[in-house]
C-alpha cells in the first residue's frame, strides 16, 4: 500500500535556522524528507537544502507525510556530533496530532516494542517478541467533541520508523489521515497525516550550547 503524499510539495524552502554548523528547516507535509527510488523521487528535501548549502548532511528524517522541523548537519564533525546525539537520546523532539476518539487520562506512555510488518513493507507492527524496544509519552491538549477527536503532543524517547503512528493506533487512536494504519474513515477525515514536529532541542554540535526550536502547528 503506497503512503499518500499528503499536501502538495511545492512550497518554498522554509529555513528555521542556520549557521556554520547546521540547519533546521520546516518540511511541509507531502515532501520525501531524503531522496526515494527512481528519478520521479529525487525531490526531496534534502537535496533542496544542499542546493542552497553543499556542505549539509542528513542526521534524521520524518516520514513523507509529516511535517515540521528537520535537522541537517553543516560537515562530518557536526554530523558526527549531531548523530552521537540521536543515538544517545540528548535531542528533545516534540510532536503535535490529532487522533480519533478522546483519549485519556490527561497523559501517558507506550512502551510497546516495534518491528518491521514484512508483508505489508513499509508498514511497521507491534511485535513483542522480535521488535526493538519503543517508547512514546503523550500529553492531552484538547479534546474536540464535536468531531470526536483529541488534540495530544507527543514525545519519542525511542525514534523507530513510523513509531508515534504505530503506536497511536496501537492503543486504538490513530492519526488522521494515515493512508498506512488508520480505517478508511478516519483516513479520509484529513487531506493529510495530522502530525507535525512541533519542536527540537539540541546542544550545538561545536559550541555545545543548548539550543531550542520550534514550529507553528499548521492545523
Known amino acids: 500500500m503506497a503512503e499518500a503524499p499528503g499536501a502538495a510539495s511545492d512550497a518554498a524552502l522554509q529555513v528555521v535556522a542556520v549557521d556554520a554548523a547546521f540547519i533546521v528547516v520546516d518540511k511541509p507535509a507531502g515532501l520525501l524528507a531524503v531522496p526515494g527510488r527512481g528519478e520521479a523521487k529525487r525531490d526531496c528535501l534534502a537535496a533542496r537544502v544542499q542546493a ?84 512514546t509519552h503523550w500529553r492531552v491538549l484538547g479534546h474536540d467533541g464535536e468531531h470526536g477527536t483529541t488534540r495530544v503532543e507527543l514525545e519519542p524517547v525511542t525514534g523507530r520508523s513510523h513509531q508515534l503512528r504505530v503506536h497511536l493506533q496501537s492503543i486504538g487512536h490513530p492519526i488522521l489521515g494515515d493512508a498506512l494504519y488508520t480505517p478508511q474513515a478516519v483516513c479520509n477525515e484529513s487531506l493529510r497525516l495530522l502530525l507535525h514536529a512541533s519542536e527540537l532541542a539540541f546542544a550545538h554540535p561545536l559550541g555545545g550550547q543548548p539550543l531550542r526550536f520550534v514550529s507553528p502547528v499548521p492545523f
Open 52 to 135: 542552497a548549502w553543499p556542505d549539509a548532511l542528513v542526521v534524521h528524517r520524518l516520514d513523507q507525510a509529516t511535517s515540521g522541523l528537520l535537522l541537517f548537519a553543516r560537515g562530518t564533525e557536526a554530523q558526527r556530533a549531531l548523530s552521537r546525539a540521536f543515538a544517545a537520546r540528548t535531542v528533545g523532539k516534540r510532536y503535535v496530532a490529532v487522533v480519533a476518539g478522546r483519549l485519556a487520562p490527561e497523559r501517558g506512555s507506550i512502551d510497546a516494542p516495534l518491528g518491521a510488518d514484512w508483508p505489508r513493507r513499509p508498514r511497521q507492527q507491534v511485535d513483542r517478541e522480535h521488535g526493538k524496544p519503543s517508547v
